[in-house]
């Protein structure tokens, strides 16, 4: 404690490396110094050092004993140690630790971390093969150690390094906050986008997995836009899309919003507990619900009532209107996430306008379209983008209720397609690169929607800050 | 502020210090001389099965760890991994006696999980160097998976074991790719066409012309063509609905090959590439489009993929005249929907089944359809050996029949045509002789393709869509832009 206090009152010239220093000693060590004995069934084998337990090898016991592969990794710790030795050195020259001091020794800290942790299990197999374990625990204990010891000299060098310079410390917390957002959109979307672009560049499919991946250019592309079921395919999609999205997921629930905020408290807000029994029910059931209510007779529901009624025609209705049924389970599952975003949209306009409004005479439906839709202009944009890339991506009800059918593609939108040549064939041969070649379009259309509709909503004027503030 | 800090930093060591610490530790276990294997036996996803198995090593011996993984609907159909668990001692034993101081413990790994994840986990597994030595799957993923290199070829060792000697000829053609053998058949089943008595009788047929409709139909006399106009006659005469003359099943699946088949056409040549004969199928399909929009025997929607409803609305026989399924269907049918009228008993009385008859404009032939499922060994299986030594002992009739009866499959060894608890098994034995019939599907990598686009062709004429040459123009489109030079038009 006492040594902290000490280097603070001393200015922030060196702080960090109080522990930087012995921690990249501490890693150099750890890596080079604990020659570990590797025996294998009993025999002595070979002694290797804490870096290339850290770093993987393998051991093959059945062709005698045998190191497969030594790799980069060994030298990456003891580099870490030698770059932050570096580092402290120069910065001791300076005689101020900067920014990139302390940046850089998280990042490698972090990195090599990882690397390391990446490792862990199958290090800990040949260990555990080689009947060293308890060895190989102490030598990963001092990696982890070492690798705690950069990051926390690292995050000391950033305080140190804020200290002198507090605008760096702003730059530091707007990149933090915006942290893990970036990450999750790199990890989730940035990066298998770029995987989906390479596979629809192969004909990876069941019979060539365990092959490196054959390379045959835009071959995937040609087959899909040469498929006879193409336009058929993209026009159900759009069909599906905008039908769905236009009655429901908006429409409806824009009626609904406007229905249930404007009777009773109560009352509305059973309504719309209503309406979201379909979105929290298993798909699975809700589809079985669905099929039973469509059935032939003596089971379907709808016929049932038709048969009370005298009725002569009772088909099979998912046969006989396959798309009415698509898009009711499919907007009945959808209108209740825009109805909820719109009824708080409508219940945070402030009373004072409606009043106001009233008293000059208007009516209901002028309150409705020259005060409310108006001001709901941002939740709009934000449903109607929202539910088209979910709709655009979605199949699963689709799957389930009908499979694309009736007859022939009858209801199969885009993400079916795709889903149907990576993973879903009768007798089971997958065709990943086909599959990545459709969902890969879906991606594009998918990011060409949502420029449209930023451009469209003129999204950056709904985000400036209200002009009314700036007077 | 300072003293937090470094309470926290120094908290979070001891903690990662104690999490790294934890790891457990391994101690080193000579081989015992005896020692108990323990048999791990997944029912289903969270329902786990012990089962001890005591097995004796001798001294220097070695303990070979053998894992099997197999697909089956609890219970019925356990037998397939079950037998080879009840095969461990018997594969011991001959280890023992040929003085080989190996011995197998096995792990078996079974559950009731969907066709293409279990296609795909063995696919991934396979990738990630963990496979599970044996796995028993439908015989067309041989196309796939020894193309992949997935697989031991056994077909030099196949005649190491006296026991494979039993099994019935024409099974071991499925389990054959290029020239090789792939794997060991489990079970057979067979896909006959089974006709309503009383509604047959209730058109005026006579006893003895009903209860002579099998042989009739074996000999080639009472043909396809006949069962479409009897059926026909049926619907027109409104002893049954409009599309109740004659059922099939309500989705894509191995049955549609057997009717390009039996219209004369062929699938595999000479080479890879799988053959796609033009007038064959569009016979087939000027069939299923005659069927199915010109004379009512089959409704227009049959494909809709409902099997629940397809199921019981054909158990009694009392709605539909002829029904093409399969053999395992009549355990199905007498165990969920006639266990109030009498169960297998009503259907004995009520229910004929014969192959599926011969097509006159085709080959002439009556014919079937079995798609076995062999037990296979993967490539990254140590002791191959081993596992196809303990498949050889539970290759034999005493399990295999306890298998077929339980799960209504057939048997697939020529010893128990004569095996009392086979052949009392009235419906087995009486099916057995359907294999007489049989073709199967392709081990071909390129089958699945190719039975997508074949079966676009059946959609797209039964709903009306198109008619039948322009269906076979529309295959003939999907195959060229799907498979290229891996499909010959003829």
Redesign the interface.
Known sequence: ?SS??QS?TSGPKLSGYKIGIPGAVLAIVCFFLPWIAFIVEDMPFASLTGSQIASGITINT?EGVKLLHGSMLNYLIPLVGIVVLMQAFFAYRRGHVSRWDGLGTIGLGVVTLLIVWGQFPET?QVA?RA?I??QF?YG??GV??AL?ALI?AGVLNVRAATKRDPSFGATLGAWGFMSPATFLVVVFFFIPAIILFILSMTNL???????PWHFIGFENFR?MF???FFPKIMGNTFKYVILTLGFFNVGLALVLALLTSNIDRRAGFLFRVIWLLPRITPSVVYIVMW?RFT??PP?GIINWFLGMAGVEHQP?W??EMPWLFVILVNGFVGASFGMIIFTSAIEAIPKDYITAAKVDGASTWNVIRDIILPLLRWPLLFVTSYQTLSLLVSFEYILLLT?G????FTTEVWALTSYKRA?????????WGQGAAWGLILVIIAITASIVYLRVFQFNELVQEPKIDVL | M??KF?TI?AA??VV??ML??C?P??V?VEVPVKETVEVVKEVEVEVTKEVEVEVEVPVGGEAVHIVARCKASPPYEEGRCNNLVSAVGAANQALADAGDDRRIELEIIQDDAD??D???EF?LA??AGEAPDIICS?H??I???A????LTDITDMIGDYPEFADVIDSLWAATELGGKRWGIPQDAEARPMYYSKPLLRELGWTDEEVESLDERVAAGEFTWEDMLDTAAEAVEKGIVEPGDGWWHRP???PDFLYYYYATGGEIKGETDALIFDQAAALKVYEMLYDAAQVRNIIRP?K????WD?HKEYTSKFDKVLFVFEGTWRWASWHTNYLTDVGGEDYLFENVGFAPIPAREDGTGKPTTLTHPLVYMISSQC?HPDLALLLISKATVKELNTTYAVDSGHLGILKSQSDYAPYTSAKFLSLTLPLLEYTTF?PNS?Y???W??AY??GI??VE?G??TPEEAVA?VV??LQ??LGDNVIIR
């Open positions: 404690m902290t206090d603070t059945n800990s555990e009947r374990t308890l625990q990963i204990i982890y150690l705690a926390i499919s069941s019979s060539n997995f365990s092959e087959r040469n498929d006879t099929r059935q032939l089971y099979y998912l046969n499979q059918g009736p007859g022939l993973l879903f064939t009768y007798f089971g041969t997958n065709q | 300072k003293s470094w930093v979070l060591v990662s210090l790294i610490s790891q530790q391994t080193t066709w293409g279990y296609k795909t696919e396979s990738d439908g067309e993923h196309g796939d998976w193309t992949a290199g997935y989705s894509n699946g929607d494909l809709d993929g409902d409803y140590e599907l990598p089958w699945s393709t039975s997508e079966f676009l959609q797209a709903s869509e198109l529309l489109d999907q832009n799907n």
